[in-house]
């Protein structure tokens, strides 16, 4: 009895000196494409189901979501049952942003109808925030994609800036939309088993991008920041999301809202990048100071397994 009490002291012990071992970080979860990528693509039922388990998912973590307003509509007019699900987002504590009307990337639209995007995302945003005494603050590129020319970034700066609206950047980008392309796919399929059998692969690829980027903020700032992480509202997310959290929480991370994360001067640095890819802001920030191609290797890729699933060539 003695010996095995011992035991039990001992494993408690050790399972407490393991966590403690394991560094305290910070993350924003932020939540792209609501109320849902796959809006074209599942039942009402399903789509309300999904926005259900990824809210009760995210309560009491800080999270952002933005959202496209078009994906709002049914045959071209805005649905109160989709609104409803926006306002569970909001019920639940979890702020909203705007990600455009439309999902219109700016290398390919004029400034001005950009412009005019943003103001069409907030049509229903804006007085749905007002419900909470709240107003939109956070916004997020389509695609990530910042302007190609300092002219056109300076205009959108101040068009934003005007709007009471901040830059939300990306510190761990990465390609969960291909794992959740093919998830979709799979459930499509009737697939249900070979599904959700790519979660814990999932989980283990945004592990492995998390300390990609952890160890990219070493490189260049000589410490570990409050990091920013991108995923999407969609079907994967709806039934991944409480491993993936766990296992973000196991690495140490508490989430952190966007104004606690921003306000480490890390994110004061000059972006570098002029470029259409959707690419992190560690790597944007070591381009402005010219870092070699060495420094960005490493990098861990989607397997081509889920890329051939998913019917896509790349990230």
Same mark, same amino acid.
């Given at each position: 009895?003695?010996?095995?009490?011992?035991?039990?002291? !001992? #494993? &408690?012990?050790?399972?407490?000196?393991?966590?403690? =071992? /394991?560094? *305290?970080?910070? !993350? #924003? &979860?932020?939540?792209?494409?609501?109320?849902?990528q =796959? /809006?074209t *693509?599942?039942?009402?039922?399903?789509?309300?189901?999904?926005?259900?388990?990824?809210?009760?998912?995210?309560?009491?973590?800080?999270?952002?979501?933005?959202?496209?307003?078009?994906?709002?509509?049914?045959?071209?007019?805005?649905?109160?049952?989709?609104?409803?699900?926006?306002?569970?987002?909001?019920?639940?504590?979890?702020?909203?942003?705007?990600?455009?009307?439309?999902?219109?990337?700016?290398?390919?639209?004029?400034?001005?109808?950009?412009?005019?995007?943003?103001?069409?995302?907030?049509?229903?945003?804006?007085?749905?925030?007002?419900?909470?005494?709240?107003?939109?603050?956070?916004?997020?590129?389509?695609?990530?994609?910042?302007?190609?020319?300092?002219?056109?970034?300076?205009?959108?700066?101040?068009?934003?800036e005007?709007?009471?609206?901040r830059?939300?950047?990306?510190?761990?980008?990465?390609?969960?939309?291909?794992?959740?392309?093919?998830?979709?796919?799979?459930?499509?399929?009737?697939?249900?088993?070979?599904?959700?059998?790519?979660?814990?692969?999932?989980?283990?690829?945004?592990?492995?991008k998390?300390?990609?980027?952890?160890?990219?903020?070493?490189?260049?700032?000589?410490?570990?920041?409050?990091?920013?992480?991108?995923?999407?509202?969609?079907?994967?997310?709806?039934?991944?999301?409480?491993?993936?959290?766990d296992?973000?929480?196991?690495r140490?991370?508490?989430?952190?809202?966007?104004?606690?994360?921003?306000?480490?001067?890390?994110?004061?640095?000059?972006?570098?990048?002029?470029?259409?890819?959707?690419?992190?802001?560690?790597?944007?920030?070591?381009?402005?100071?010219?870092?070699?191609?060495?420094?960005?290797?490493?990098?861990?890729?989607?397997?081509?397994?889920?890329?051939?699933?998913?019917?896509?060539?790349?990230?």
């Amino acid at each position: 009895m003695r010996n095995r009490f011992g035991m039990a002291v !001992m #494993v &408690l012990l050790m399972a407490a000196n393991a966590e403690a =071992e /394991v560094p *305290r970080r910070q !993350m #924003v &979860l932020t939540i792209d494409d609501l109320p849902s990528q =796959e /809006v074209t *693509r599942a039942s009402e039922a399903d789509l309300a189901a999904r926005n259900a388990r990824i809210v009760a998912a995210l309560k009491g973590r800080n999270a952002v979501g933005f959202v496209n307003e078009d994906k709002l509509e049914i045959d071209g007019k805005v649905a109160p049952k989709r609104v409803q699900w926006l306002r569970d987002w909001l019920a639940a504590g979890i702020e909203l942003g705007n990600h455009t009307y439309n999902h219109n990337g700016l290398h390919a639209t004029p400034i001005a109808d950009y412009e005019q995007s943003i103001l069409d995302g907030e049509r229903v945003l804006r007085p749905l925030l007002a419900e909470f005494k709240r107003e939109p603050r956070w916004f997020r590129h389509p695609y990530l994609q910042a302007g190609q020319d300092d002219a056109v970034r300076l205009r959108l700066d101040g068009f934003l800036e005007q709007h009471g609206y901040r830059i939300a950047p990306v510190t761990v980008d990465n390609g969960e939309w291909i794992y959740a392309r093919a998830y979709l796919l799979l459930l499509e399929a009737g697939k249900r088993d070979a599904a959700r059998a790519l979660i814990p692969d999932y989980i283990d690829y945004m592990e492995a991008k998390c300390q990609f980027f952890e160890q990219a903020s070493k490189r260049l700032f000589g410490r570990e920041i409050p990091q920013v992480l991108l995923f999407h509202a969609n079907a994967l997310n709806a039934d991944a999301l409480p491993a993936l959290l766990d296992r973000l929480r196991k690495r140490g991370y508490d989430f952190v809202d966007l104004d606690t994360a921003l306000a480490d001067p890390a994110y004061r640095h000059d972006d570098g990048y002029r470029g259409r890819a959707g690419i992190s802001w560690l790597h944007r920030w070591s381009m402005a100071e010219k870092k070699p191609k060495v420094f960005y290797e490493g990098e861990p890729a989607v397997p081509q397994q889920v890329l051939d699933l998913a019917g896509v060539e790349g990230e």
